[in-house]
């Protein structure tokens, strides 16, 4: 009750006495204002963050976990971190991760009745075809499982179209948009988790269901028939088409430790898949409806990547001085997808977090604690590259760990806990558990911050509140006792430590960027990045400055060993 009335007084005073601040009940958290005035100025008019962010993305390309891409773009970084004076920076192997993967060539065109070359994109460990197949297409159309049985023995070696048409709608309401004041103050007076907060959990409708298991049974008959290449139209419309990753098929009860992935060097032969645009897709099947011999033309060549099945972490450190053994963390992921370049996903994040180390870096400041920096591999696959920084580094949980989804929307991703576990989880610790400050993390696209996840943490509260007052005026003034899942602090949350997303203007990345072809440096926000990094180094410097380390929510479980290091 205590929060609604001081969301609504926050809010009031936003818009009644801009520029008053609001007085917590708890002492003032003390903080030296003149450091961010600082940092503000080096993040707003000296900001090399759109260089480097266009290294990330245009130079670099895709960035998918264990390809030689992201690889380059590792070394750039290391580099780049290096140049500006951070020490020790270096990439950190963690796995094995897999197999990696790379797109070398690909066309898809309509060759009859007439020709049109088409929009489209290859998913993710799609193996090459052989070569150029031209030839009529088969459009498997089953609205139930028993229509599948007239596909007998027609499918091999043919150019499948695996989905009906999708209707595509006029976008009358607009792309992009921000977090209004209502999204806000709904955030602000969100129920901690537990009790209804953590953003909403997916639940499948039983159409929606129905749909998963036709489409799972169309996946297994593909797999037993053996066609060339299949073509699904991707969500998405108007030149914007989502693309992950390729797909094998197991029977619906195949618990997920059974199922191979494409990614691992052992994965059965994978069956060559690519994406259509949605108005290139609908196109083929009324042409076919309407009894044209639509004939295509398909070539997929990709390469997999199997001497290294290792993925890298990018580290880097401003080191401390009279509490150089204590650690404040910032970070983000690396590794994207791979039809776009990754940019607002998240090239943003790992932009945000690199000029972060530079303005601490470039205005001297010598901070208290060291301050880390960890670019993660592997995220869109499950957070994997960070929950293995964090298992190496600080501790892991016994026993089956949570799932986490990795790459969904913003509170699609929480940790999928059963919900009555009987026995308390049970926790390695490593020494440096008890020294990490703090972690924050950014990767919610290229919207500026409006605020902080305090991810159930309620003792963070006066403290973020004071850290943000210095950026009201640049729209960031809101906390949320939620957490927001889908990302790497998870990784550090399921340890019992602090660590946080902030909440960030959505932009485009559900409509148009999020693991998709759009998702490019032209759709990236240069003032929102420059207001997120300054953002970021402030909070990393106070982290860094405070007397104590940041307040703790209570283990989540027994620690039943102590390791070193
Ligand atoms: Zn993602």
């Given at each position: 009750?205590?929060?609604?009335?001081?969301?609504?007084?926050?809010?009031?005073?936003?818009?009644?006495?801009?520029?008053?601040?609001?007085?917590?009940?708890?002492?003032?958290?003390?903080?030296?204002?003149?450091?961010?005035?600082?940092?503000?100025?080096?993040?707003?008019?000296?900001?090399?963050?759109?260089?480097?962010?266009?290294?990330?993305?245009?130079?670099?390309?895709?960035?998918?976990?264990?390809?030689?891409?992201?690889?380059?773009?590792?070394?750039?970084?290391?580099?780049?971190?290096?140049?500006?004076?951070?020490?020790?920076?270096?990439?950190?192997?963690?796995?094995?991760?897999?197999r990696g993967w790379?797109?070398?060539?690909?066309?898809?065109?309509?060759?009859?009745?007439?020709?049109?070359?088409?929009?489209?994109?290859?998913?993710?460990?799609?193996?090459?075809?052989?070569?150029?197949?031209?030839?009529?297409?088969?459009?498997?159309?089953?609205?139930?499982?028993?229509?599948?049985?007239?596909?007998?023995?027609?499918?091999?070696?043919?150019?499948?179209?695996?989905?009906?048409?999708?209707e595509v709608k006029a976008h009358f309401t607009p792309d992009g948009r921000r977090l209004t004041e209502e999204d806000l103050l709904k955030l602000a007076n969100a129920d901690p988790p537990g009790a209804g907060g953590g953003g909403p959990r997916f639940q499948a409708t039983p159409e929606q269901r129905a749909a998963m298991l036709l489409n799972n049974k169309k996946w297994e008959f593909i797999y037993s028939e053996g066609p060339a290449v299949v073509l699904e139209?991707?969500?998405?419309?108007?030149?914007?088409?989502?693309?992950?990753?390729?797909?094998?098929?197991?029977?619906?009860?195949?618990?997920?430790?059974?199922?191979?992935?494409?990614?691992?060097?052992?994965?059965?032969?994978?069956?060559?898949?690519?994406?259509?645009?949605?108005?290139?897709?609908?196109?083929?099947?009324?042409?076919?409806?309407?009894?044209?011999?639509?004939?295509?033309?398909?070539?997929?060549?990709?390469?997999?990547?199997?001497?290294?099945?290792?993925?890298?972490?990018?580290?880097?450190?401003?080191?401390?001085?009279?509490?150089?053994?204590?650690i404040v963390m910032l970070g983000a992921h690396f590794d994207s997808w791979h039809s776009g370049t990754g940019a607002t996903d998240n090239a943003a994040g790992s932009a945000v977090c690199m000029e972060a180390m530079r303005i601490l870096q470039a205005l001297g400041l010598k901070p208290r604690r060291t301050i880390r920096i960890g670019l993660w591999s592997g995220e869109e696959q499950g957070l994997l590259g960070s929950r293995a920084y964090v298992a190496e580094h600080f501790g892991k949980r016994l026993g089956?760990?949570?799932?986490?989804?990795?790459?969904?929307?913003?509170?699609a991703g929480a940790p999928q806990t059963?919900?009555?576990?009987?026995?308390?989880?049970?926790?390695?610790?490593?020494?440096?558990?008890?020294?990490?400050?703090?972690?924050?993390?950014?990767?919610?696209?290229?919207?500026?911050?409006?605020?902080?996840?305090?991810?159930?943490?309620?003792?963070?509260?006066p403290i973020f509140r004071a850290w943000l007052a210095p950026f009201r005026d640049m729209g960031a003034a809101t906390l949320s006792i939620s957490n927001t899942g889908g990302t790497d602090h998870l990784s550090f949350d399921a340890v019992g430590l602090p660590g946080f997303q902030f909440i960030q203007d959505e932009v485009e990345y559900d409509t148009r960027t999020h693991h998709s072809n759009q998702d490019v440096y032209d759709r990236i926000q240069e003032d929102d990045m420059k207001q997120a990094a300054v953002i970021m180094a402030s909070f990393v410097y106070n982290t860094a400055m405070r007397d104590q380390k940041l307040p703790r929510k209570a283990l989540p479980g027994k620690v039943v060993t102590q390791a070193g290091k």
């Open positions: 009750m205590q929060r609604r009335i001081t969301a609504i007084a926050l809010m009031l005073s936003t818009f009644l006495l801009p520029g008053v601040a609001v007085r917590a009940q708890a002492p003032q958290e003390k903080f030296d204002t003149a450091a961010i005035e600082k940092i503000k100025e080096e993040g707003m008019k000296h900001s090399q963050l759109m260089d480097v962010l266009s290294y990330i993305t245009d130079v670099s390309g895709a960035r998918l976990t264990g390809s030689p891409n992201i690889k380059a773009a590792q070394e750039w970084a290391k580099q780049k971190l290096t140049e500006w004076g951070i020490q020790n920076a270096h990439l950190e192997a963690w796995g094995p991760f897999g790379s797109l070398e060539g690909f066309s898809l065109n309509m060759v009859k009745p007439y020709y049109v070359p088409l929009i489209a994109y290859p998913k993710a460990w799609s193996p090459s075809t052989n070569g150029a197949l031209r030839g009529p297409v088969v459009y498997l159309d089953a609205k139930a499982e028993s229509d599948l049985d007239k596909y007998k023995g027609k499918l091999k070696g043919a150019i499948v179209l695996l989905s009906p048409a999708r139209p991707g969500r998405g419309d108007g030149g914007t088409i989502f693309v992950q990753s390729a797909q094998l098929s197991y029977p619906q009860d195949t618990p997920i430790e059974k199922r191979k992935q494409v990614r691992d060097k052992d994965a059965p032969p994978i069956i060559p898949q690519a994406v259509v645009s949605v108005e290139h897709y609908n196109r083929l099947i009324r042409m076919l409806e309407r009894g044209a011999a639509v004939q295509l033309e398909v070539n997929i060549s990709a390469k997999y990547w199997d001497q290294d099945l290792m993925s890298y972490n990018v580290i880097g450190e401003i080191p401390g001085t009279d509490l150089k053994d204590e089956p760990e949570p799932r986490f989804g990795g790459g969904g929307p913003p509170g059963p919900p009555a576990q009987q026995t308390p989880p049970q926790f390695e610790l490593r020494a440096d558990h008890e020294k990490l400050a703090g972690y924050f993390n950014l990767d919610n696209g290229t919207g500026k911050v409006r605020g902080v996840y305090m991810q159930n943490n309620e003792a963070v509260r």
